[in-house]
């Protein structure tokens, strides 16, 4: 059997048990044990456990379960109640200032968060039920909500580009660096559709848009004022997690700390802010932060485990060259081929999770990023930016259904049309990255020593 036959049953087994709602660390597992056991000899078998512990015994990893604890001190806490309330004072005087302050709100929170889903609920619990009080359409209140969580896998510590880079041996410093004016970038441009959305709303241009301000709400008129005193006594709760932000970043940026260095100094102070600022003393608080922290990183730490374990096998059966391989003789050329890859991940991102995706096609297209001499640093970017898009397209979609827990009376089909603007908006930051690759390459190559990339 050719290697590429072998491929393909390979991947067919693993998409099969992923949609028969396998976990994604079983769904890996039992893939490779299968094919070890038919395909190769038994010792391969015998060293299924040095595989995973040869992968697991990585200082790197010590990124995540502290980038997971430091989101989830905040996230456990008030706050981002506090950021939310902050910002909606600080911005209330721009049209539709209510909901830039949502996206604010998300791309401050992803920077101390790591997570798309928990910045979807944290800001969404809150922002939802104002935005619409205060007339903003149902679809797009979601749809912004929605769409600000997934800066949360773009914006650095992000959990999806330390999978990445553990899947293909990329610098996870230069990596999370090289998303922070990409992140930017995207967060600017969801504020402009806010603002446009509520300019478009004040002048009637949008029939659905001028009844839901018909409705009493404020969506594209002025919005409630506050003095300076209101927005400057809100900055004794916010300061405090913008300097941790702006801490974070200097560190990465001037090389004075490795991610795991940083991840713990930040873990450190987050736990030290809520304690501090918002009384989280108690056994039942300390209990909600650490076992949430305990479950996801236990969670990801299994999938990684596996997936080096997934990835053993693809090499030892010839799957990942001889894919890798074929891909190249397709004689796509270096744009043919990126956007096949993306178009396939943003058919897959529609049924699968990012990280299932990144550590099953990753081991595969290396070669030929490799080969084509992709930057792999920017294709990173891309990648978790397709990632983004595929938290947002059904079936599957994590953030819709986040969002639908938060507010079951909006109709599925509202949220879906409510993200649809935003999908755009990624698609063009995607084609922006492709004619500008300084927008994601820019500050590693300024910020990091030739060594540290």
Known sequence: MSPTTVGVLFIGCTLLLLMLGVPIAFSLGATAVIFLFFFLPPIHLELM??????ELNSFALLTIPLFVLMGAAIGKSRASSDLYNSLHRWLSWIPGGLGVANVLACTVFAALCGSSPATCSAIGS???????????????????????????????????????????STSIGSLFIAGVLPGLMLSAM????????????????DADLAAAQAMGGSFGQEEERYSWKERLETLPRLAPFVILVALIMYALYGGWATPSE????????????????????????????????????????????????????????????????????LNLGKWGFFIAVNLLMLVLGCFLPPVAIIVMLCPIILPALKAYGIDLIWFGVILTI?????????????????????????????????????????????????????IATWLPNRFLPAGAK
């Not at 935005?131 to 914006?155: C, D, F, M, N, V």
């Not at 969801?190 to 241009?205: N, Q």
């Open 190 to 205: 969801f504020c402009a559709y806010v603002v446009y959305a509520a300019m478009r709303a004040r002048r009637a241009g």
């Open 262 to 329: 940083v991840a713990g100094v930040g873990a450190f102070l987050s736990l030290t802010l809520v304690i501090l600022l918002y009384k989280v003393r108690s056994w039942a608080d300390f209990r909600a932060i650490l076992g949430g922290t305990v479950r996801e990183s236990t969670m990801l730490m299994i999938i990684i485990g596996t997936a080096a374990l997934y990835t053993y096998t693809m090499n030892q059966l010839g799957i990942t060259k001889g894919l890798g391989d074929w891909l190249v003789q």
């Open 126 to 168: 809150m922002g939802i039920p104002e935005l619409r009080k205060r007339g903003y359409p149902a679809w797009l209140a979601a749809g912004l909500i929605a769409a600000g969580g997934t800066l949360g896998i773009l914006i650095p510590p992000s959990i999806t580009m330390i999978i990445y880079g553990l899947a293909t």
């Open 49 to 54: 456990p040095e595989t995973i512990y040869g």
């Open 386 to 438: 397709n990632m983004e898009m595929g938290l947002l397209t059904p079936p599957v979609g994590l953030n819709l259904f986040v969002i639908n827990g938060i507010a079951p009376d909006i109709k599925f089909r509202e949220i879906v049309r409510g993200i649809m603007p935003f999908l755009w908006l990624m698609v063009i930051a995607i084609a922006l990255l492709c004619l500008f690759p300084e």
